[in-house]
């Protein structure tokens, strides 16, 4: 999928691999980066933190299963800049089925928590970060991440980007 003509499409669905939002999400998040708006990508990406803040985005906003931010690396907005016109989700599942590729963006969220399980990231931190919160109180008010999550994310997505390449 990511070898995908047109290169529009294929650079967006490397770029759902390694922020493992879903499709919806995916395309907002490409539009606030991509559409030039100097002010919207300055509130939208925290450069000192290496976080895509969905909460500060209306188009995120969702009343359940929201992510709230991503962790992310300098070089991986770069990767959907310069697209100009976003295309729809309807448009890249046409594109890899004429391609003969069986396609679903939903492959792109699976690839991002199977590598992070398998890099050693706990499956509640996985889950935070794709924008599924369980009812749980433990999780809801006591678990805190360690110190070390947004690091251990962040070299486990360069590792990702490393095999997408």
Not at 55 to 78: E, N, V, Y
Not at 79 to 96: D, E, G, M, R
Request: overall charge positive.
């Amino acid at each position: 999928m990511i070898r995908l003509p047109p290169e529009r499409m294929a650079k967006i669905i490397k770029y759902a691999c390694l922020v493992g939002l879903r499709a919806s999400e995916v395309l907002e998040s490409v539009k606030v980066i991509d559409n030039g708006d100097k002010e919207a990508f300055v509130q939208y990406y925290d450069s000192v933190q290496l976080t895509l803040n969905h909460w500060k985005l209306p188009g995120m906003i969702r009343s359940t299963k929201k992510a709230s931010l991503s962790f992310i690396t300098p070089q991986m907005p770069q990767i959907v800049q310069n697209i100009y016109k976003v295309p729809t989700l309807n448009a890249i599942t046409s594109a890899c089925r004429h391609k003969g590729i069986k396609m679903e963006m939903y492959l792109c969220r699976k690839i991002f928590a199977s590598w992070l399980r398998k890099e050693g990231i706990a499956a509640e931190a996985v889950d935070a970060l794709q924008g599924r919160v369980s009812q749980s109180i433990l999780t809801r008010h006591y678990l805190v991440p360690s110190q070390s999550l947004k690091d251990d994310v962040l070299q486990a997505l360069k590792k990702l980007q490393r095999q997408l390449d």
